[in-house]
C-alpha cells in the first residue's frame, strides 16, 4: 500500500519511533504511573483529504502495550473540521509514546492527499491528468506517492531508473535534442518511455521529429502551450511542467483548457502544508 513491504514499513517505523522516544519518554514516565490506561480521540482541526490511518495503527502495533484504535475515517476519505476521525484507548504510555510518530505521518500525508485532491478538482472535466515529481522526502518518497494516489492523482517516475526524461542540462551534455534521444534510442532499455523537456515551439519539433513520446513544456506561457498542443497534434504525450503548484485552481484550469495530457506538480509533494490533526484525551482510568 505504502510502496514498502510488511517488514520494510516496520523497519522505517521503528527507526522513525527510536528517533523519537532517544533514552526514554522522561516527561510521561515522571508524571503518570505505569498503569494508567487512556481515552482519545483524533479530531481533523481542517478540512481535507485522510490519509496514513494505517500507518498510525501499526506504530502503536510496534509501541505495543494493549492500544486499541477505532477508525472512523479511512484513506481517501473527505474530512471538515470537527469530525472525529479515530478513538484510541489503552495504556498511556504507550499512546503517548507512539503519539507524535503517527500524527505527524498522517498529517503529512494527509496535506499532500488534500492538496492533490484540491488540484484533481480543479481540471475536472477535462483531458488532464495531475501528477507527482520526484521532488519527494527523501526516505518518504514512496508514502508521499502513495498519498497523491489516494488524492486522485498520477506518479511521474519513482525514481531514475523508471523512464527517459532528457532534461536541459541532459540536453546541453548531450549535444542536443536530436543526439540525446537517438544515444537513449541505441542504449535504453527499448521498453522505457523518451520524455524531453522543452522551452520553446522550434524544441518542441525538434524532439517531434526526435521521435520522443512524451514532450514536456517546461515554463511556458498558456498561450504557448497551446500552440505546442496544437504542433504535437497527438502524436506524443503532453507533459506540462514548472511552477504549476503556484497557480490557483482557475489558473490551473486553464493549463488544463490547453489540451495538455498531464500536469505535473512538484509542489504536491515538496511543499505541503500538513493537516491539521490533534489527539485530545477524554478520560484516564
Request: proline share 1%; aromatic share 4%; net charge negative.
Amino acid at each position: 500500500m505504502y510502496g514498502f513491504s510488511t517488514a520494510g514499513l516496520d523497519d522505517f517505523l521503528k527507526r522513525a519511533i527510536d528517533e523519537d522516544i532517544g533514552t526514554g519518554d522522561i516527561t510521561t514516565n515522571a508524571t503518570i504511573p505505569q498503569n494508567k490506561r487512556v481515552f482519545g480521540r483524533y479530531i481533523a482541526k481542517d478540512t481535507g483529504v485522510i490519509c496514513g490511518m494505517d500507518i498510525v495503527a501499526r506504530v502503536f502495533d510496534i509501541v505495543g502495550g494493549d492500544v486499541v484504535l477505532e477508525v472512523f475515517m479511512h484513506d481517501g476519505d473527505e474530512v471538515k473540521k470537527g469530525d472525529v476521525i479515530a478513538e484510541v484507548r489503552g495504556n498511556a504510555h504507550s499512546v503517548l509514546t507512539g503519539e507524535r510518530v503517527g500524527l505527524n505521518l498522517l498529517q503529512h500525508l494527509s496535506g499532500i492527499a488534500t492538496r492533490t485532491r484540491l488540484a484533481v478538482d480543479a481540471v475536472s472535466g477535462t483531458s488532464a491528468r495531475i501528477a507527482d515529481t520526484r521532488k519527494a522526502t527523501p526516505g518518504l518518497r514512496a508514502m508521499e506517492k502513495y498519498a497523491v494516489r489516494v488524492g486522485g492523482g498520477s506518479n511521474h517516475r519513482f525514481n531514475l531508473a523508471d523512464g527517459v526524461l532528457i532534461k536541459d542540462n541532459h540536453i546541453v551534455a548531450a549535444g542536443g535534442i536530436t543526439a540525446a534521444v537517438t544515444a537513449a534510442r541505441e542504449n535504453a532499455p527499448h521498453t522505457l518511455k523518451i520524455e524531453v523537456e522543452t522551452e520553446t515551439i522550434d524544441q518542441v519539433n525538434e524532439a517531434l521529429s526526435a521521435g520522443a513520446d512524451i514532450i514536456m513544456l517546461d515554463n511556458m506561457s498558456v498561450e504557448m502551450m497551446a500552440q505546442a498542443v496544437k504542433v504535437i497534434d497527438g502524436r506524443a504525450v503532453v507533459e506540462a511542467s514548472g511552477n504549476m503548484g503556484d497557480r490557483d485552481a482557475a489558473s490551473l484550469r486553464t493549463v488544463a483548457d490547453t489540451g495538455v495530457d498531464i500536469i505535473s506538480i512538484g509542489a504536491l509533494t515538496n511543499y505541503v502544508k500538513p493537516l491539521d490533526i490533534s489527539l485530545k484525551f477524554s478520560f484516564i482510568d
